[in-house]
């Protein structure tokens, strides 16, 4: 069975600072990795993904993701962090469901990021 | 192009009553799901459907009903709602590489 793990529940910067969100997963297969995020009393929105090829992922509002095998792990990055970007963060493994779809998502825990100005 | 859209936005029930959550989308994908989200929890898979006609069940399927009788809609069914499903509710949908996902609806059984 697939699983994900945040290990960090709240994670606390300041503005300018640098971010890391860290994300380990447990799959049989080739994952198909996500990160999204989720402002308060919103939807989910994808930053980015990871399906094959170039493991360092680049998406949406400056954020990248890289994906290590080795160590069972796809980490979120951004070099500097915005008031904006306070929000909460989940990291999803997919499964392939045949054609073009990656469905039955696995999400973790999610990691509260806050941004001290 | 609306997308993803659920109904309603916000809900109260009294324990043992019944509601359909309303899912329907507009951009012709076959795969539909529904999950549940509770805090320190994230997000977990309910029930999916592949086709109309097609559902099978996720990691949290007990108490929650589901039929898919056409593309574009994907109901989900309380038929006795606990205090247990107090919950925010998302639908999403499977296109071209990506999910979808509808606002949400929060649920709140007393």
């Known amino acids: 069975a697939q699983s994900v793990t945040q290990p960090d529940i709240h994670i606390t910067v300041s503005e300018g600072a640098s971010l890391e969100l860290r994300c380990n997963y447990s799959?049989?297969?080739?994952?198909?990795l996500f990160w999204y995020v989720q402002s308060p009393g919103q939807g989910l929105q994808l930053l980015l993904k990871?399906?094959?090829?170039?493991?360092l992922v680049q998406g949406i509002k400056g954020f990248e993701a890289e994906f290590k095998r080795s160590q069972s792990s796809f980490n979120l990055r951004k070099p500097s962090v915005h008031w904006s970007d306070a929000a909460e963060y989940f990291c999803?493994?997919?499964?392939?469901?045949?054609?073009?779809?990656?469905?039955?998502?696995?999400f973790g825990q999610g990691t509260i990021l806050t941004v001290h100005p | 192009n609306a997308g993803v859209t659920q109904t309603p936005k916000f809900q109260v029930l009294k324990t043992g009553q019944s509601m359909t959550l309303q899912c329907a989308q507009d951009?012709?994908?076959?795969?539909m799901s529904w999950y549940r989200q509770d805090p320190g929890m994230g997000l977990r898979l309910i029930h999916y459907?592949?086709?109309?006609?097609?559902?099978d069940q996720g990691e949290v399927p007990n108490g929650y009903n589901v039929s898919r009788s056409t593309t574009e809609d994907f109901p989900l069914r309380l038929l006795s709602a606990a205090p247990s499903q107090t919950s925010v509710y998302f639908c999403?949908?499977?296109?071209?590489?990506?999910?979808?996902f509808g606002p949400g609806t929060r649920l709140l059984v007393l």
């Open positions: 459907s592949v086709g109309a006609g097609i559902t």
């Open positions: 999403a949908v499977t296109g071209w590489e990506t999910q979808y």
């Open positions: 999803a493994v997919g499964a392939y469901i045949g054609g073009t779809s990656y469905g039955k998502l696995t």
């Open positions: 951009m012709n994908h076959e795969y």
């Open positions: 990871y399906f094959s090829g170039d493991t």
């Open positions: 799959y049989g297969a080739t994952p198909y």
